[in-house]
């Protein structure tokens, strides 16, 4: 006689016999996984994980004595050659020894140790198995001495450095004319510093352009023909005193100059002192004779007529009633003009005014 089975019987016990299998499927995969994870970190104890680099240098799977060697081979050996920077196409050397470059290897293995261990077992374990690594830049605790980086740099700052050089009047003849300024430069001490103290622990280091900042003079040329709008040149071989304005010749005059032994003197002066028919101040001179110290007041026994401009020690340009004298080396120093000359002059020449006697 056969026994029947009824049907829902039937479809509950398939199903508590797949849900054994699964869980005892799911029970032998955490007890492989468990085991691979054991497995994997007792491997990998002590060593540091794969894709942790010092200093562009790979040290996945070595120990912190192994990295340590590696270090010192592949990078701190890279640092001896000398640190170069350039400018114009000189060049200025810096070496490893004048640098005293030191690295702390040991903090840095650390480091990549460090690295390593970031993950939980678990998370290790994936990694070994999937093949992903860790990727970690580290870099090497390296530094130039500071002192050594200052006296470098400051070596090239005296070489490279520069300073502005200002437009100023001068004379080609009895022509006045501006000389062009030029820009002067400083090395950036600060930025060169800190280039060069990144580049003493870079073993790919490449030269190092001097950074620069440009120094403009203060004395432009526009500025010394805006200070020189009026300027005044007495040629004594020629008699002759030429009035400049914006530097072309405006006004021509003749005149007389210091005789032998009292001439007038050479160089360049400024129109110090401007007065309209003067009182002359005798000088305390053998030549003045009994007038010497004596103040004369305006008049017919007064020689300077007119208007006096004076420039120099008691010299100055003035009128003068000897007309003759004009064109001659007649005077005590000063520079004699005819009185309507002198004053005709006397109005276009300020004070402060550029006078060159040559």
């Known amino acids: 006689m056969r026994t029947h089975t009824h049907p829902l019987r039937a479809v509950a016990f398939r199903a508590v016999r797949r849900s054994t299998i699964i869980i005892g ?35 996945g799977g070595l120990t912190p004595d192994q990295a340590k060697d590696r270090i010192e081979r592949e990078y701190v050996a890279t640092l001896q050659r000398p640190i170069i920077v350039e400018r114009r196409g000189q060049q200025y050397e810096l070496s490893a020894k004048e640098a005293r470059i ?115 003079p203060k004395e ?27 530097f072309k010749v405006s006004k021509k005059y003749g005149v007389a100059v210091g005789m032998q032994g009292l001439d007038t003197p050479a160089g360049t002066y400024t129109i110090n002192d401007k007065q309209v028919n003067p009182s002359w101040h005798v000088p305390m001179s053998a030549w003045a004779g009994d007038l010497a110290g004596t103040v004369v007041p305006p008049g017919p026994t007064n020689p300077i007529k007119a208007r006096w401009m004076g420039f120099f020690d008691g010299a100055g340009i003035h009128g003068t009633s000897d007309r003759g004298s004009i064109g001659s080396n007649a005077s005590h120093g000063c520079v004699r003009m005819l009185e309507e000359d002198v004053i005709d002059l006397y109005d276009r020449v300020p004070v402060g005014t550029t006078i060159h006697v040559i």
Do not use: C
């Not at 996984?33 to 007792?42: C, D, I, Q, T």
């Not at 790919?204 to 120094?215: K, T, W």
């Open 220 to 246: 432009s040329a526009k500025q010394i023909k805006k200070d020189h709008h009026t300027v005044i040149v007495v040629n004594r071989n020629e008699h002759k005193l030429f009035l400049y304005k914006d």
């Open 25 to 59: 499927s799911l029970a032998g995969v955490a007890v492989i996984f468990g085991g691979a994870v054991a497995g994997l970190s007792a491997a990998s104890s002590g060593k540091i994980a794969h894709g942790v680099h010092v200093g562009g240098v790979e040290l």
């Open 102 to 216: 030191t690295a702390d290897v040991d903090r840095t293995v650390a480091d990549a140790v460090k690295a390593s261990d970031t993950d939980n077992p678990l998370e290790h374990a994936w990694r070994t198995i999937s093949g992903t690594k860790v990727s970690r830049s580290l870099d090497v605790q390296a530094q130039p001495s500071h002192d050594a980086v200052v006296r470098f740099v400051d070596r090239v700052r005296r070489e490279v450095d520069r300073k502005p050089v200002g437009s100023t009047l001068e004379f080609d003849g009895d022509r006045p004319v501006v000389t062009k300024s030029k820009s002067g430069m400083a090395v950036d001490r600060k930025k060169l510093a800190e280039l060069v103290t990144t580049a003493a622990t870079d073993p790919q280091r490449q030269p190092i352009l001097v950074p620069v900042e440009a120094e403009e």
